[in-house]
């Protein structure tokens, strides 16, 4: 596989694309202010696994481990707090933070300082593990590791090598 993949992703092909879908979502949310409208979207991201969402924990404390545990980096991360106004989401002041425990609101995740120069987006949550949610797959040469060993390690499969049955059996996670 080519990295981590969303089942039903949105069909945005840039981070600008996807943060424009992103925005109308939350804008759509109830809520009599941007703070309290993003809250609301991130509870509906939380509440349930999302098709279009991809839902991790930045910190390993109070997360949870399943029988895959990845660890992804971002490079160049930047970080931003929402701004703008309830009804015209907007990137906010940029963070300048060493620690997911300075983190005192939903934030947003890019690889760059501009969602014009950027691969990824990611929703942060200000909870206990300081959750991100991507709304787009993950390349693997974001992956560091999966249960400890690095993604060369792991016999990782191009769509090529699948099997008919593999083809069948991950057909929902294979892009054309």
């Known amino acids: 596989m080519s990295g ?3 089942y ?6 840039t981070a600008l694309a996807l943060w424009n879908k ?3 979502e939350v804008s759509r949310q109830l809520g009599l202010n941007l703070e ?4 609301a979207y991130a509870q509906f991201l939380r509440a349930s696994g999302r098709p279009f969402a991809l839902s991790t924990a930045w910190t390993e404390t109070g997360s949870f481990s399943s029988d895959y545990d990845y ?4 490079p160049n991360a930047h970080l ?18 060493s620690s997911p425990s300075q983190v005192t609101a939903d934030f947003i995740v890019l690889n760059a300082s501009t969602l014009a120069a950027s691969t990824v987006l990611g929703f942060g949550h200000n909870t206990g593990t300081k959750e991100i949610t991507f709304f787009h797959d993950l390349p693997l040469g974001l992956i560091q590791s999966c249960n ?10 191009t769509k090529a090598d699948l099997s008919f049955d593999e083809k069948i059996k ?3 996670f294979l892009r054309k």
């Open 8 to 13: 039903q992703p949105w069909a945005a092909a």
């Open 71 to 74: 660890v992804i980096k971002i």
């Open 4 to 6: 981590m993949t969303l």
């Open 22 to 24: 992103l925005s109308q």
């Open 148 to 157: 400890g060993k690095a993604p060369d390690a792991l016999g990782i499969k």
């Open 170 to 172: 991950y057909g929902k």
């Open 36 to 39: 309290k409208k993003v809250a």
């Open 80 to 97: 931003f707090y929402w701004g703008g106004s309830k009804d015209k989401p907007e990137l906010g002041e940029q963070l300048n933070i």
